[in-house]
């Protein structure tokens, strides 16, 4: 009798000195019960990909004409703004907006006159991955402008519109500032084989190409 009294008594001791995390079965099922526990949460990682989906930048810089025409109006600033989206991997789809403003060479007879180009365009980019921060890129595609001559002396340039087919290279980096944005700086060269002789009377040229150098700052979502 004493014997059971002492088996009872060390169990008895053994229970109540088992810990908070202690394991209990039921029905077979072995139920570990920590109250304590912490939940450890995973952190937030960035998904390092260079095309997360919308693009806005604007862009500003020069632009200037080519043959007869650049005989006519020199180099002046061009500017606009760009929206892209990529559906796929290493191709973006790009809509933008171009303007640029000159004056007709002050050498040409009668009053200088002052040109504003204004169109669109819609291109196809081509970016290669080469880094997380690093992305050059080749362009190519279709734009529409419409030349406004505001002065009048429309001798040399007259109201009309061109189309033209761009083609260019151009680099963004990359500059993290969220899980899934980045801000973009980066730079970007256009050549236009533009068709707008009728824009120019008495210029023999079949085209009226022009060159476009522009900076670009903005921000990926």
Known sequence: MRKAKAILTAVAAAALLLPAGAVAQQDGVVIEENPDAMTVEEPVVREEVQDRGLELQALGGIRSFTGDAGDILGTGPAYGVVAAIEPVSALSLELSYQGAT?????????????????????????????????????????GLTQFTNTSLNQLFVTDDTAWSIPVGIGVDFHVPIGVATDFLIGARGTYEFAFGEDAF?????SRTDWLQVTLNAGAQF
């Open 201 to 205: 009377p008495g210029i023999t040229d």
């Open 102 to 142: 000159f004056t007709t060479d002050s050498g040409l007879p009668g009053d200088e006159s002052r040109v504003n180009l204004n169109g669109g365009e819609a291109v196809i980019k081509l970016s290669p991955v080469v880094s997380d921060l690093l992305e050059p890129y080749a362009l190519g595609g279709v």
